[in-house]
């Protein structure tokens, strides 16, 4: 099974907006999904300057972007993706 | 030519301001004008004299009065000591040019040093003596250097430094500055001015007893050689069509190349096709990590970055861990800094959600070049695009 790909976004805004605690949250997820997951950082998802998306911090799992990213929201999605699959 | 100007000093033990002066500016047409000033005595007297003599000596330069002129004015308008019949601030100038014509006005100061690779030079000086006060006399040296040529200046706090010592009963002496400039020379070839500037005041320290400045020290060098360049770009650019011309200037700019900011770093690599790589690191302080590309020496986040690193520069902050450090040591690494900005903005940055207030990337560009100028005498570009 190909891993799930986490995207972390670290651009500005979501730094400001909290993806400094975003990036911690990238080794408790790989603590939990372990190789089920892959975690990496992006320079900027380019989504904050669009309204298309809620609002900063953003992270992006296997393509699905997520606004006002935590912890709970991106494992609720990841858990929906394991299971669906 | 470019010259690369360095400058470092210590305060007199105990005193808490420096009684020695240096200033230095470099106009529109290359020319670099530098001054070293010591003020009689020492602590807060000696500095507000030797920055009147300093400051005073820049303007005239910078306003193209000769410098042997200006140095003639300054020289009889300077009032003499009452008690010890000797002038209130001693100086060096220098006018130098990129073509390597140098023009040098000495009164008071221990004699510089020239120095060709690890070589010293002599050169020819004449005497002017003073209208109104004949003892004091100025030289005025004029010649010609060439590349990786060194012109060292000091305050009298090197050369006497240790005075009275067992191992320098006179001091540090010329002598013991001459030896010191030959071997650091041959063993370090490409020092950098502000480097060797740190080195010699740092040996003449080490020279006073206790290791405790027994005067000001101050030590300034000029180092003729080829400009290393950098160019920063940051910001997405205004014409959007126009992201390949310089994404492809970026990466094949004769020199070190950086990018501050998440969005132009993906025009980068999505113009150029290359991979950018951000490590997740859990330890990161208080700004976004490095991140990575082939051909580029540094990737930053931009703006918060760089409003740190102009806070960095500001405080003579050099040695910082994080990614607004490593920005300073790239800058600090080059002597022609070119900046292409781009003019496009961010409107998320300025939502008034946002728990911080971003500065306009603009204006803190405009600072980092007034401040890399001013005190770390660099030249800096700026390009909108």
Redesign the interface.
Known sequence: MKPIKIE?C????C???G??TL??M??MLKKKYGAKIE??????L?V??SDNFS??PYARVDGEVIGEASLEKVQAVIEKKLNHE | MFIDVGCYQLKKAKQNAYGDYFLSKRDAHGRTIAVLSDGLGSGIKANILSCMTATMLVRFLEKEVPIKEAAEIIMNSLPVCQVRQISYATFSAVEADEQGNIRIVEEGNPSFVWMHGDTPQKADYTEIVSRSFPNRRMKVYQFQVEQGDRLIFCSDGVTQAGMGEKDYPLGFEREGLLSFLQSTIAAERDISSSQLARLVVDKALFCEYQHKSQDDISSAVLTFRQPRKALVFTGPPYEKHKDREYAWQLVTFAGKRAICGGTTANIVSRELKREITTPVTTAMGALPPLSYMEDVDLITEGILTLTKAQEYLEEGRLNEADAAGSLVEFLLSSDIIEFMVGAMINQAHYDPALPIEIEIRRTVIKNIKRVLEEKYFKQVNIHYV
Request: hydrophobic content about 35%; overall charge negative.
């Open positions: 972390i670290l651009g500005t805004t730094f400001v907006m993806g400094e990036q911690n990238g080794d975690v990496e950082a992006v320079r900027c380019e904050c300057s609002k900063a």
